[in-house]
């Protein structure tokens, strides 16, 4: 039995999505599976072409198996309060495990090094392992040649180099390296992977050494967890999603990215596989809500940074001054294509990169912006006076464009409509800017501001409620519901008590709600442009969870967030949505899942006092 089949399900090649664990460095990630396989990793940052790709083509794709030969079980968990990652082998002559990390580059010289180290401990008696490192650079489009010498493998590709170092003796077949070894009781082995560039000196990883990056790493990620205010409830879930939204910061600019993979696709064998790997203004904004409210100031200032610096206003654009995503360096052009060659996770074509959405019109980011800088403004620190030139351009331009039809928050490809939650949003934008205009005495145009508020309010509850849904909608063309309409008491667009409310969250329950779990709207009432059915969406689950609860239905509200925890996969993460039979679907792990978890359990602890 070869690592990678190991503990796949069914016989299958591939594992389970949430069958995954996740390490990172701030920079970029990987995925590492139950079955001791890194099965995705790009390098040297998030949206760099992978050299690991398994789980997009188990055959092409490339993976660094590692594992215990004989295991019968495995086990995953992280070591407590940090990003680094064990996996437990459980066999009938021992228990070995792995320790998967890497390290930070904290003011480091060389913070392109991105070094993932693998450490190997036989815990009781005596296993055999065996490891086999098979990168396939480029998305496995790119040849490489493989120089071994010692106990260092060089692997070259026209673009990039990748070094392992290792403690045991290693073998090559020209493409790829490997070996079988055998640990007793209280033996270890390392394998070190750095990125080999010019500039960058070589470097091994003697047992020694790696044990003085595993305490550096385990100490950085507990002091960074250690600034958390929440003293609720779920602690150990919310510092759980608070540790995987650091992981899926980009550090050197401050950008979220909404996930670190791209192409897992929403349902087995169906279209819907897009890149998560860039910046989307809306998901970054409400990270930025998350990560405040847990106390971690110094996320939400690097995020308004990136925007200051990397996210320039463009005045003649024609969907307005802002993308709905960037690249974590703050790019716009994210041009998509499909990579034929992979045949996509579970045979789940096309595989995709780049993303074509980031030419849509979405008027909710600007909502999602203004409101994640005016409670920047409030927890944070004041801002500046040219951050307020900026925010007031913005909200300019929302007061003017806010009545256009757009694509809307799910990114829609079956053509513009006059969407609520885009209208509620712009209701947002502008609300939330009077505000800090009012705190603060800045100057603003108030009356301009005020009159397209007051529009937007009163054409949402004139054609925005149906009398027959007795419910607020999708959009005003069709009476369709849409679980985006929860966050209308979330922004305090509402009471959440009001009796049209009321009624609509008793209409979402009834339409869209499976045991906790919420659809963000059903395909075939409302076509969006794709073929197929998707999963439940998990953010929407979470925004239930407060909606109930700010209704004051609190038995409700803490049971279906007790169920929706159940959901989560061994180690607390969450992808996209949640499948039929409760698997995870999508890319993963999500950042806006996991922020509204954490908003989800910040406010629920509040109402049950």
Request: net charge negative.
């Amino acid at each position: 039995m070869t690592g990678r089949e190991f503990g796949c399900a069914d016989g299958s090649r591939y594992l389970p999505i949430g069958d995954h664990g996740l390490i990172g460095d701030l920079r970029t990630v990987a995925l590492v599976g139950t079955n001791g396989t890194i099965d995705w990793y790009c390098c040297p940052r998030f949206d760099a072409p992978s050299v690991f790709a398994s789980i997009l083509d188990a055959d092409r794709g490339g993976s660094f198996e590692l594992a215990a030969d004989e295991a019968e079980r495995t086990k995953q968990f992280y070591f407590p309060d940090t990003n680094v990652l064990i996996t437990r082998f459980f066999a009938d002559d021992g228990v070995g495990e792995i320790q998967d990390f890497m390290p930070i580059a904290e003011g480091s010289r060389e913070v392109d090094r991105h070094r993932l180290i693998r450490r190997v401990t036989c815990v009781r008696g005596t296993l055999p392992f065996h490891v086999r490192m098979a990168p396939r650079f480029d998305y496995a489009r790119q040849s490489h040649t493989v120089d071994l010498r010692g106990d260092r493998a060089l692997f070259e590709s026209p673009s990039y180099s990748l070094a392992l170092t290792s403690s045991v003796p290693l073998d090559t077949d020209g493409r790829d390296v490997f070996a079988q070894f055998k640990l007793s009781e209280g033996d270890q082995a390392v394998f070190a992977l750095d990125r080999a560039a010019e500039g960058l000196r070589p470097r091994g990883c003697p047992i020694a050494e790696a044990e003085g990056e595993f305490c550096a790493t385990v100490r950085y990620w507990r002091r960074w967890l250690s600034a958390s205010r929440y003293r609720g409830r779920w602690r150990e879930v919310v510092h759980r999603s608070a540790l995987t939204l650091k992981l899926l910061t980009y550090a050197p600019t401050g950008g979220i990215v909404a996930a670190p993979t791209t192409s897992l696709p929403e349902r087995i064998s169906g279209e819907r596989n897009w890149d998560y790997r860039y910046v989307w203004i809306r998901d970054a904004a409400f990270c930025v809500y998350a990560l405040l409210r847990l106390g971690f100031t110094e996320e939400a200032e690097a995020f308004m940074d990136f925007l200051s610096t990397h996210v320039p206003l463009c005045t003649e654009c024609d969907n307005g001054p802002l993308q709905i995503m960037y690249g974590i360096d703050g790019r716009r052009d994210l041009p998509e294509q499909e990579l034929d060659h992979l045949e996509g996770y579970r045979g789940s074509a096309p595989v995709r990169i780049g993303n074509a959405a980031a030419g849509q019109l979405q008027l909710d980011i600007y909502g999602a912006l203004v409101d994640s800088i005016y409670l920047y403004n409030k927890w944070g620190d004041p801002i500046s006076s040219d951050r307020w030139d900026e925010l007031c351009t913005l909200v300019d331009w929302v007061c003017r464009n806010w009545d256009q039809p757009d694509e809307g928050i799910w990114e829609t490809r079956g053509g513009r409509k006059n969407f609520v939650y885009s209208r509620l949003m712009c209701w947002v934008a502008i609300e939330r800017a009077m505000r800090v205009a009012l705190q603060r005495g800045l100057p603003a145009d108030l009356s301009s501001w005020r009159c397209a508020r007051d529009t937007i309010y009163r054409q949402i509850m004139k054609n925005g409620w149906s009398s027959t849904l007795q419910a607020f909608i999708q959009h005003f063309d069709e009476e369709v519901l849409d679980a985006s309409v929860l966050m209308m008491p979330l922004a305090k667009f509402v009471s959440p008590t009001d009796p049209k409310w009321l009624s609509t969250l008793d209409a979402l329950g009834a339409g869209l709600v499976s045991d906790s779990l919420v659809y963000r709207y059903d395909p075939e009432v409302s076509p969006d442009g794709l073929q197929g059915p998707e999963g439940t969406f998990s953010i929407c689950s979470f925004w239930y969870v407060e909606a109930l609860a700010r209704a004051g239905r609190l038995d409700e509200a803490r049971l279906a967030f007790e169920k929706m925890l159940t959901y989560a996969n061994h180690l607390g993460l969450y992808a996209e949505q949640i499948g039929h039979t409760g698997e995870q679907l999508g890319n993963f792990p999500q950042a806006i899942t996991h922020l509204a978890l954490i908003s989800a359990a910040f406010n629920l602890d509040h109402a049950l006092g």
